[in-house]
C-alpha cells in the first residue's frame, strides 16, 4: 500500500532543480525521484487530473465547435471553412490579448481560486451553448451572420479568455506544491500530459463525442456532446477544489503596479535571465513543430499505402508513445545530466526524425519508428527547459513570466496550424518536414548559449 507524502516531507530538503540528497542509496533515490514520488504528493496528484481533463475539454471544443456548424449552419454544397475559420478566430485572439496580462493577475491572485473559477467558468460557457441556439438561425445580425451564431463565437471567445487564466496558474502553482529535486519528474508528467493532450485531442475528439451523442440519444437527450466538454471542464474546477496549494502571502506579489508595468517588468526578467529566456525560446520551437505536425500528419497518413486520412491518429499515437518514453528517461537519467547537454541532443534528434519522416511518406512501419523516435527527443527539450523556467523564476515573478510562456507558445501554436496546410500545398510534405527539421536543429543554437554561458 502507498504512503503518501505528508506535508512536512514535501517541503523538507529545498535544494536545487538539479541537485540531489548526499550519498543517496538506490532505495531512497527510486523513492524520491521518480515519477511514483511526484503520484504520491496529493495536491500534484489533484493538479495533474485537474490538467488533464481541462486539456482534453479545450482540444474537444474546437470539435464540438465545428460539430455545431455542420448541424446548425453549414448549408449542402457550402464549406465550411469560413465558418471554422471565425471561431478559429475567436479563440485565438484571447490568446493573443490577454495571455501575458493574465499572468500578471495571477502573480497577484490566489492560483487555487484562479484554477478553479476558470474551469468552472469554462463549463458553465459550454452548458448553456444549447440556449444559444435555440435563437432562430435565419434572423441576421452583423456582417449577416446569424445572431445565433454570434453568440457561439461569443463563448467561444470568453471560454479563450479564462484558459489564459488558467495556464499560468497551473504552471505557477507547480513549484508551490512540489519539492525543488522533483521538479524534473513532475514536469515530465505536465509536459508529457500537454503535448500528448496537445497531438491526440483533435483525434479523440470526433469519436468521444459521437458516443455521447449515441448515449444521449437513448435518452432523448440531445446535447450528450455539450454535456460532455462542459462536464470535462466542472470536473476538473470540482477536483482542483480539493488541492491544497500551500500559498503563501510572499507567494503573490504585494505591490498592484499599472498592468503594462508589470509585463514589462516580465520583459526585464527574460533579459537577464537567459537561462529562462533561452529555455522559453526553446519550447515555443518545440510547440511549432508540433502544431504544425497535428496537421501535416492527416497528409502523410493519405500518402502512406494502406492508410486513409482519417488514420492520421494512429501517427499522432505513436508520437505521444515516443513522449511518454522520452519523458521517463529524462526523469530517471535527467539528474545526472545537465539540462542544455539533454535539449541540445533532443533538438538534434528531433531534427534526425524529421528528415528521416520526409523520406518515409510510403512506408508505413518506418513512418510510425520516426514518429515514436520524434516523440522521445521531444521530451528531452519540452521537460527539462520547463524545469529550468520553474526552478529558477523567482515565485512572485512565475505567473507574469508563464503569462508570457503561455502567450509566445499561443501565437507559436497558431501560425503553424493556419500555414503548414498552405506550404504543404505550395511546397509538398517532404520539403515542409525537411524545413521542420531545420528549425528544430536552429534549437541547438540556443542550447549552445546556454551551455557556453553556465554548465546548466
Same mark, same amino acid.
Given at each position: 500500500m502507498p504512503v503518501f507524502e505528508t506535508d512536512t516531507e514535501e517541503k523538507s530538503e529545498p535544494v536545487s532543480a538539479n541537485s540531489s540528497p548526499a550519498n543517496p542509496s538506490p532505495t531512497h533515490h527510486k523513492a524520491n525521484n521518480g515519477i511514483m514520488s511526484v503520484l504520491r504528493n496529493i495536491s500534484f496528484l489533484i493538479l495533474w487530473l485537474g490538467q488533464i481533463f481541462s486539456q482534453l475539454a479545450d482540444k474537444i471544443y474546437l470539435v464540438? /465547435? @465545428? #460539430?455545431?456548424?455542420? !448541424?446548425?449552419?453549414?448549408?449542402?454544397g457550402e464549406s465550411i471553412s469560413s465558418w471554422v475559420s471565425l471561431i478559429m478566430i475567436a479563440f485565438t485572439i484571447p490568446a493573443i490579448l490577454f495571455g501575458s496580462l493574465a499572468g500578471v493577475y495571477?502573480?497577484?491572485?490566489?492560483?487555487?481560486?484562479?484554477?478553479? &473559477?476558470?474551469?468552472?467558468?469554462?463549463g458553465i460557457l459550454v452548458l448553456i451553448l444549447p440556449f444559444c441556439l435555440l435563437i432562430n438561425k435565419q434572423e441576421m445580425g452583423f456582417f449577416s451572420l446569424p445572431w445565433s451564431f454570434w453568440l457561439l463565437l461569443l463563448v467561444t471567445f470568453s471560454v479563450s479568455t479564462?484558459?489564459?487564466?488558467? !495556464?499560468? !496558474?497551473?504552471?505557477?502553482? =507547480?513549484p508551490l506544491i512540489v519539492r525543488k529535486k522533483d521538479l524534473l519528474?513532475? *514536469?515530465?508528467?505536465?509536459?508529457?500530459?500537454?503535448?500528448? /493532450?496537445?497531438? =491526440?485531442?483533435?483525434?479523440v475528439g470526433e469519436p468521444l463525442l459521437e458516443i455521447t451523442y449515441n448515449w444521449g440519444e437513448n435518452f432523448s437527450f440531445a446535447y450528450g456532446k455539450e454535456l460532455l466538454v462542459g462536464g470535462c471542464y466542472l470536473l476538473a474546477g470540482i477536483v482542483l477544489m480539493t488541492m491544497r496549494s500551500r500559498e503563501k502571502d510572499k507567494d503573490r506579489q504585494q505591490q498592484e503596479n499599472h498592468p503594462w508595468e508589470d509585463i514589462k517588468d516580465?520583459?526585464?526578467?527574460?533579459?537577464?535571465?537567459?537561462?529562462?529566456?533561452?529555455?522559453?525560446?526553446?519550447? $515555443? @520551437?518545440?510547440?511549432?513543430?508540433? #502544431?504544425?505536425?497535428?496537421?501535416?500528419?492527416?497528409?502523410?497518413?493519405?500518402t502512406i499505402p494502406g492508410m486513409e486520412a482519417d488514420q492520421f491518429g494512429y501517427l499522432l499515437a505513436a508520437t505521444g508513445i515516443g513522449i511518454a518514453i522520452g519523458a521517463v528517461f529524462v526523469t530517471h537519467q535527467g539528474k545526472m545530466i545537465p539540462h542544455a547537454r539533454l535539449s541540445f541532443w533532443g533538438s538534434m534528434g528531433m531534427g534526425a526524425a524529421l528528415s528521416g519522416l520526409s523520406?518515409?511518406?510510403? *512506408?508505413?512501419?518506418?513512418?510510425?519508428? /520516426?514518429? $515514436?523516435?520524434?516523440?522521445?527527443?521531444?521530451?528531452? $527539450?519540452? &521537460?527539462?527547459?520547463?524545469?529550468?523556467?520553474?526552478?529558477?523564476?523567482?515565485?512572485? /515573478?512565475?505567473?507574469? &513570466?508563464?503569462?508570457?510562456?503561455? *502567450?509566445? &507558445? *499561443?501565437?507559436?501554436?497558431?501560425?503553424?496550424?493556419?500555414? !503548414?496546410?498552405?506550404?504543404?500545398?505550395?511546397?509538398?510534405?517532404?520539403?515542409?518536414?525537411?524545413?521542420?527539421?531545420?528549425?528544430?536543429?536552429?534549437g541547438m543554437a540556443l542550447t549552445s548559449l546556454i551551455t557556453g554561458k553556465s554548465g546548466n
Open positions: 464540438l /465547435m @465545428i #460539430a455545431l456548424i455542420s !448541424a446548425n449552419f453549414q448549408t449542402q495571477v502573480d497577484r491572485w490566489s492560483k487555487k481560486s484562479v484554477l478553479v &473559477v476558470s474551469n468552472l467558468g469554462r479564462l484558459t489564459q487564466f488558467f !495556464a499560468p !496558474a497551473e504552471q505557477a502553482t =507547480i519528474a513532475a *514536469n515530465s508528467l505536465y509536459t508529457t500530459t500537454m503535448m500528448a /493532450m496537445l497531438i =491526440i485531442g483533435f483525434a516580465g520583459l526585464r526578467y527574460l533579459q537577464k535571465n537567459h537561462r529562462v529566456r533561452n529555455a522559453l525560446f526553446q519550447l $515555443v @520551437i518545440l510547440f511549432s513543430i508540433f #502544431a504544425a505536425l497535428a496537421v501535416l500528419a492527416v497528409r502523410l497518413a493519405e523520406v518515409a511518406t510510403n *512506408n508505413l512501419i518506418l513512418a510510425l519508428l /520516426m514518429t $515514436v523516435i520524434l516523440g522521445i527527443f521531444a521530451a528531452l $527539450v519540452g &521537460v527539462p527547459m520547463q524545469t529550468t523556467i520553474q526552478a529558477e523564476t523567482p515565485s512572485d /515573478m512565475r505567473g507574469k &513570466v508563464f503569462g508570457l510562456q503561455n *502567450n509566445a &507558445v *499561443n501565437i507559436a501554436l497558431s501560425l503553424p496550424l493556419a500555414l !503548414a496546410g498552405i506550404a504543404e500545398t505550395y511546397f509538398g510534405l517532404r520539403i515542409v518536414l525537411m524545413i521542420l527539421a531545420s528549425l528544430a536543429v536552429s
